[in-house]
Every structure is written in C-alpha cells, then in structure tokens.
C-alpha cells in the first residue's frame, strides 16, 4: 500500500444484520491489523450504534465509520477489502460507502 499523503476520505461500512457476534470474534484481529497500515492512514475509526451504550451492557453495533488518508479511493477501497471485518462477514461490502471530505475541525481524544 501506498503511503498515505493523499486526501481525506470518509467512509461508512455497515454492519450485516445480526453480526454482532462475528464482529466481536474478530476484532482483537481487526484491531491488530490496523498496526501494519501507515501511522497516517487512520485519522479516526470507531462503531456507530443502534442506540447509546448502556452501562453493563455490549454495545449494540451496526457498523463502522472512518477517516482515512489516502492518494485514491482505489487505495482506500483495496485496504478495505482485506479488512477481517469483510473477509470474517462483519461488513455488508455492497453497502459500503466511500466519500472525499476534507475536515473543518477534528480534535484528539
């Protein structure tokens, strides 16, 4: 893969319905691999959910939202592609979207 000195890209991978337990099976794997990617690739990832988080309770996950650096949406879409979490049918991959975004405001956490 290319090193990420490209564009802002903003990317929105939904989950399966009714995967939240493959989800949870690859994600030690899912968040292993994102260590071997450019330390610039990933500018934000997370889940999004059905509702908040409660207390005591697993997330109710429906998928993931990111902030990627990269020169293509081709690049983009080709990590995408070998991520656990499509080859482990966690991400609906025909649902998957991609957008150019250029951010206004980003903060650490």
Known sequence: MATSTGHEWL???????????????????HLQNLQNDPEDFWLFGGVFLEEPVKEGETPKMKGSAMLIRANSKEEVMERLKNDVYVTGGVWDWDKVQVFPFKSALRKAL
Request: aromatic content about 6%; charged content about 30%.
């Open 11 to 29: 990317v929105m991978c939904p989950d399966f319905p009714d995967s939240l337990q493959k989800r949870l099976n690859v994600r030690p794997e």
